[in-house]
């Protein structure tokens, strides 16, 4: 493990992406139904992590890309994949979160925001034919993800959801 000096720290926000081609940064995010997505270069060492908290906002897309939106967030990473020269099919991909902020609210036969992102994220994946190298999603409570571009590792410390007493 790296001294907290030996690299720089990004904290990415709702709604946030970022790329960096410096393997001394590390990503660190916090997520409840958000989902987090990593995409790592191992030959070069580039990295990527978006923060996203809707699936889509679809018809409504005008203008820029905005992060907030899990399919924008992908073709935010596949702009600057691009940009640096790199194929975005030789990334290693991981997704992390969507967890039920609110188990015990009914949802009424639909999917809770969390699954929704979960699933929204997973799909739009493999519909570009990204494979998964790991992915810790769902469940309920919160994650700490960090992503080290030095070695492509993720740590991710989750905390189940406390029963209200």
């Not at 001294?3 to 990503?27: H, I, K, T, W």
């Not at 916090?30 to 580039?46: D, F, N």
């Amino acid at each position: 493990m790296r001294a907290a000096s030996e690299y720089l720290e990004y904290f990415l926000q709702p709604g946030e992406f970022q790329f960096s081609d410096d393997p001394d940064v590390r990503l660190r995010t916090l997520l409840g139904s958000c989902v987090a997505i990593t995409m790592w270069h191992p030959r070069r060492r580039y990295g990527a992590m978006c923060h996203y908290m809707l699936p889509t906002r679809g018809a409504r897309r005008t203008g820029e890309l905005d992060g907030r939106f899990g399919d924008e967030a992908y073709l935010m990473f596949l702009r600057e994949a691009v940009r640096y020269g790199t194929d975005p099919n030789e990334y290693e991909i991981k997704v992390f979160g969507g967890g039920d902020m609110f188990p015990t609210v009914a949802k009424a036969g639909r999917l809770g925001i969390g699954k929704q992102n979960v699933v929204a994220g997973i799909e739009l994946l493999a519909l570009h034919g990204q494979p998964i190298k790991a992915r810790h999603v769902g469940g309920e409570g919160h994650r700490v993800v960090m992503f080290d571009l030095w070695d492509g590792n993720v740590w991710v410390k989750h905390q189940p959801q406390v029963a209200a007493r």
